[in-house]
């Protein structure tokens, strides 16, 4: 039997008219990403960049990189704010762009939801049109979508993907790594985009005794607030490290910790050697290690502990670098060095009580 009534996508659970909304409410933070390269509003089956851009370039290589934010949305869900998981989308996506030396150009988005909320999506995609801005790059189209029984009502996601562009005789990486190099390393915001399933099985943990809203006497903030700190924006002071100092290559410190990462941009005859001693992790990392337990070595494998980007670079020009990074306002010391050995990263001594 029947109901009577005809079937519909709003029966199914689908709001087109929501979806409408959402686009009218973004409107104007996605246009403000827009310079002159763009062809084009939103709203259009498929973004237009104009490529004239590359043109003055020798041999122009294109790079795309695409990535989300992980279960640090739950936290977002959990506090019911959304104005800087966008901001996450864009560096955990453009950030990686930048390893190889290449400029951003233009990025998409994707979110999907159970049920589209337009005010909440309108504010999502605000923050990734903020990040955007903050890079100099075209948020150049998206898409959202509404998935009823696939996810629950409250539930999302989203990811993104970007394309940027470098000339082939200033591409950085393995190749250009020497014995003798230095590793620079800049701090990190606080945990960034990784590791967040790690943190909502310790806030589960009734023996953890932590509390979204509250904030722990380690803490400067409350302890919600501060796991919603967005992740820091590296992009634009690569760029301007690549166009004045001798960088050989920079790691994107995420998923896998510092000594993976900064493993993949090395040559298989070199070793990264970094101390400890340099510095000392954020105060979210240790209250997250004593209330969860997590051995020391686990919380390496999981957290960026205070590192959010390394550059490697010549010795001779290291001090240079700094000032550089000191003078746009990211912290930033001598993290280690590089010496001969078998494409290996690791850690030695131990971080300052």
């Known amino acids: 039997m029947t109901s009577g009534r005809p079937a519909s996508y709003a029966a199914a659970g689908v709001d087109v008219g929501?979806?409408?909304?959402?686009?009218?409410?973004?409107?104007?933070?996605?246009?403000?990403?827009?310079?002159?390269?763009?062809?084009?509003?939103?709203?259009?089956?498929?973004?237009?960049?104009?490529?004239?851009?590359?043109?003055?370039?020798?041999?122009?290589?294109?790079a795309t990189s695409t990535d989300g934010v992980g279960t640090k949305v739950a936290i977002a869900r959990r506090l019911r704010r959304f104005d800087t998981i966008g901001l996450d989308l864009v560096?955990?996506?453009?950030?990686?762009?930048?390893?190889?030396?290449?400029?951003?150009?233009?990025?998409?988005?994707?979110?999907?939801?159970?049920?589209?909320d337009p005010e909440r999506v309108a504010t999502i995609v605000g923050g990734i049109a903020d990040g955007c801005v903050r890079v100099g790059c075209a948020l150049l189209g998206g898409e959202t979508a509404e998935h009823p029984g696939q996810f629950r009502v409250d539930d999302f996601d989203l990811a993104g993907a970007a394309t940027g562009v470098v000339d082939a005789d200033r591409l950085l990486g393995p190749d250009r790594v020497r014995p003798g190099d230095v590793v620079i390393g800049m701090a990190a915001s606080g945990l960034h985009s990784n590791g967040y399933s790690l943190v909502r099985a310790i806030l589960d943990a009734p023996k953890a005794g932590l509390d979204l809203e509250g904030q722990p006497a380690e803490l400067s903030q409350p302890l919600g607030a501060e796991l919603l700190t967005p992740t820091r924006i590296y992009a634009r002071d690569?760029?301007?490290?690549?166009?004045?100092c001798a960088i050989r290559a920079f790691a994107h410190i995420t998923g896998g910790g510092l000594t993976a990462n900064l493993a993949r941009v090395l040559p298989?005859?070199?070793?990264?050697?970094?101390?400890?001693?340099?510095?000392?992790?954020a105060p979210v990392f240790g209250l997250l290690a004593d209330r969860g337990d997590v051995e020391a070595a686990e919380m390496e494998r999981v957290f960026n502990m205070g590192v959010g980007m390394t550059a490697v670079v010549a010795?001779?020009?290291?001090?240079?670098?700094?000032?550089?990074?000191?003078?746009?306002?990211?912290?930033?010391?001598?993290?280690?060095?590089?010496?001969?050995?078998?494409?290996?990263?690791?850690?030695?001594?131990?971080?300052?009580?």
């Open 18 to 62: 929501a979806g409408d909304r959402a686009v009218e409410l973004m409107r104007a933070a996605v246009g403000k990403t827009a310079g002159p390269e763009v062809i084009g509003g939103i709203g259009g089956f498929a973004g237009l960049f104009d490529a004239a851009k590359v043109a003055g370039l020798r041999r122009p290589l294109l």
């Open 91 to 116: 560096a955990m996506v453009v950030d990686d762009l930048v390893v190889c030396g290449a400029e951003p150009l233009f990025m998409t988005d994707y979110i999907v939801c159970g049920r589209v």
């Open 238 to 244: 690569c760029l301007a490290l690549a166009g004045s």
């Open 268 to 281: 298989a005859d070199v070793d990264a050697v970094l101390d400890r001693g340099s510095w000392r992790p």
């Open 315 to 353: 010795a001779d020009d290291s001090d240079r670098a700094l000032r550089l990074l000191a003078e746009r306002g990211v912290p930033s010391w001598l993290l280690g060095e590089i010496r001969p050995g078998s494409g290996t990263a690791r850690l030695t001594g131990s971080h300052p009580r």
